[in-house]
């Protein structure tokens, strides 16, 4: 089968690129799992926070608020957003992070004593929270809605999903991409490597080099809310060091070590200590008790050396592009990073949403300073 654009992966990442370039060029999307979004993408905590991540991250979530808040007609039935704040929670030891912190977005924060701080989230110890930040700008994101939205879409405009395609071979013929997989062979002249924890791996098969990427696993479970708690209003509360955060989660409470555990693209499952380390910090920080653990997993949040996405051509491998290093922020900056992504393949400048928050292209190039191909 034959087309313009082949894109590898229908995580977030190749699902909203679809969406954003299928109305113009004839896309196949190939992907390995027998359904799309099965790692990452399906594995989050759902969380838009305008203050989470690096400049770059930041800018590319708030060009994505506007899509996230109204999608384009048909897009979805349900919003895609929905109030979530947040509470960047400091002990006595770590004012000086939580000053730093509040310093950087100082017009999105409201610092609390913390006493204020349990009058929002009575379960923080007295001891223990000293200070905290509260960010009131942020959302739940329905990734699900999301994720469908985007593949809907882009089917909607003539893109072809195909699933259950292990490949057996990439290669490079006469101006054409070729890839051979389980589920048939498939050419077109650009190749997108939207593969998530994947990414290096499969530029080594097309023959490109590999930009340095660094999956790291993040385990999280679900657990009762804490007795006598209605939690459904809660904010997300990160301790400000990320040694840890909790949100509610459809009634419950979704409590994460915020690991960053170094792995080998895979299935990620969540290592018991890591499950440990979260009851550990979440009673340590808080009056409540783990009772119970309802179910727990693990993700891959990938990340290139500078924690900043890598979007764009490859300088040296013909028909390359990169759509990769979106660390654990893939969801809030979907649309963004996928309407840059599609103004580079289709020859344009950068959308005005991201160039007027500052992006450029040399800010997520493959070859910028500190990342493998430099
Ligand atoms: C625990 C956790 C919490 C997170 N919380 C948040 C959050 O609150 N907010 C937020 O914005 N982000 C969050 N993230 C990050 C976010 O989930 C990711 O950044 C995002 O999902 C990455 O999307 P992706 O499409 O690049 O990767 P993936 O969803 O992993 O998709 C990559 C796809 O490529 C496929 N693939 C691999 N190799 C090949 C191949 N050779 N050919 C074809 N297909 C291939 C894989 O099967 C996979 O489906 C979190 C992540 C984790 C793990």
Request: include cysteine; glycine fraction near 10%.
């Amino acid at each position: 089968m034959n087309a313009d654009i082949i894109i590898l992966g229908a995580g977030m990442a190749g699902a909203s690129l679809a969406a954003m370039v299928a109305d113009e060029r004839r896309v196949l999307i190939i992907e390995v799992e027998d359904q799309p979004g099965r790692h990452a993408t399906g594995r989050s905590a759902a969380m838009f926070a305008e203050t989470y991540g690096n400049a770059t991250i930041r800018a590319l979530t708030r060009a994505s608020r506007q899509f996230l808040l109204s999608p384009p007609p048909g897009f979805c039935e349900t919003p895609l957003l929905s109030p979530r704040s947040a509470l960047f929670v400091s002990d006595e030891g770590r004012l000086a992070l939580l000053d730093r912190e509040e310093a950087s977005a100082s017009n999105v924060y409201r610092r609390l004593s913390g006493a204020g701080a349990r009058s929002i989230v009575p379960i923080l110890k007295e001891g223990w929270c000293a200070a905290a930040l509260f960010d009131e700008s942020g959302y739940d994101i329905d990734v699900a809605a999301l994720l469908q939205g985007f593949l809907r879409a882009a089917k909607k405009q003539g893109a072809t999903l195909i699933l259950g395609a292990r490949e057996t071979d990439i290669h490079r013929l006469a101006g054409e991409w070729r890839v051979t997989t389980a589920a048939g062979a498939f050419s077109a002249p650009t190749l997108v490597n939207a593969a998530g924890a994947w990414g290096d791996l499969v530029a080594r098969s097309a023959g490109a080099a590999p930009v340095g990427l660094q999956p790291k696993r993040r385990s999280a479970f679900l657990t009762p809310a804490p007795d006598g708690e209605d939690v459904r209003r809660w904010p997300l509360v990160i301790d400000i060091g990320e040694e840890f955060y909790f949100k509610p989660d459809a009634g419950q409470l979704l409590i994460s070590p915020a690991n960053e555990d170094l792995e080998v693209p895979c299935d990620a499952a969540p290592d018991d200590l890591d499950i440990a380390i979260a009851v550990d910090r979440f009673e340590n920080a808080t009056s409540a008790r783990v009772k119970t653990i309802r179910h727990r997993w693990a993700g891959l949040r990938t990340f290139a050396a500078d924690r900043s996405p890598v979007i764009g051509f490859d300088p040296n491998t013909d028909g390359f592009f990169w759509l990769v290093g979106q660390g654990g922020y893939g969801i809030q900056t979907a649309p963004a990073a996928a309407m840059t992504a599609a103004a580079m393949i289709l020859g344009r400048p950068l959308p005005d949403e991201v160039a007027r928050e500052g992006v450029t292209g040399k800010d997520l190039a493959a070859d910028r300073a500190g990342l493998n191909l430099k």
